[in-house]
Every structure is written in structure tokens, then in C-alpha cells.
């Protein structure tokens, strides 16, 4: 697991687990111990031709993109909401 304290800092730590034979149950087993934290992905280049410039429209999708993808925010007022629009 993962904890981020106030000073920003993350450290993580794993978690002894024992369960019962049928998977049913779990109790803790241990204390937690820090362990390493994972380590970076590498970054595919993006196969996209285009890039979307600063400015409105990057903020929108960057946005939305957000909301959907985290959860984080409602996306509904994405959505679009006049009739006859695709997807309304």
C-alpha cells in the first residue's frame, strides 16, 4: 500500500495478509514493513500525427479526460444536452 503524508512524500509498504483455505476471510498477519516503491514505466511514443495546441480545447479534453479516467469529477456536464446532437 501507499501513504503520502503532508510534506508530499509517498512511501509504501506491504502488508503481510493470511487467508482462509476457501479465500473467504483474511486477517492481517504481521506489521506492515516500507518496502521500494515501483518503478517507472517507460513511456511509449505516442502513435498520434497530431498534437492539440494550448489553449481551450486542450483544457477541455484535459479535463475530461481526467473526470472520466480518475473518477474524480462529474462527467456529465460533458455530455452534450441539446437535441439532435450525437450522443445526446
Do not use: N
Not at 473526470?67 to 439532435?84: F, I, P
Amino acid at each position: 500500500m501507499a501513504a503520502q503524508y503532508a510534506d508530499g512524500s509517498v512511501r509504501y509498504y506491504a502488508v503481510p495478509v493470511a487467508a482462509d483455505p476457501a479465500g473467504g476471510s483474511f486477517t492481517v498477519a504481521g506489521a506492515p514493513g516500507v518496502v521500494a516503491g515501483p518503478s517507472r514505466a517507460d513511456v511509449p511514443t505516442p502513435s498520434y500525427g497530431v498534437t492539440v495546441p494550448a489553449g481551450d480545447l486542450c483544457s477541455a479534453v484535459g479535463e475530461f479526460l481526467s473526470a472520466y479516467l480518475t473518477g474524480a469529477d462529474e462527467v456529465d456536464r460533458w455530455r452534450c444536452h441539446v437535441v439532435g446532437c450525437v450522443g445526446a
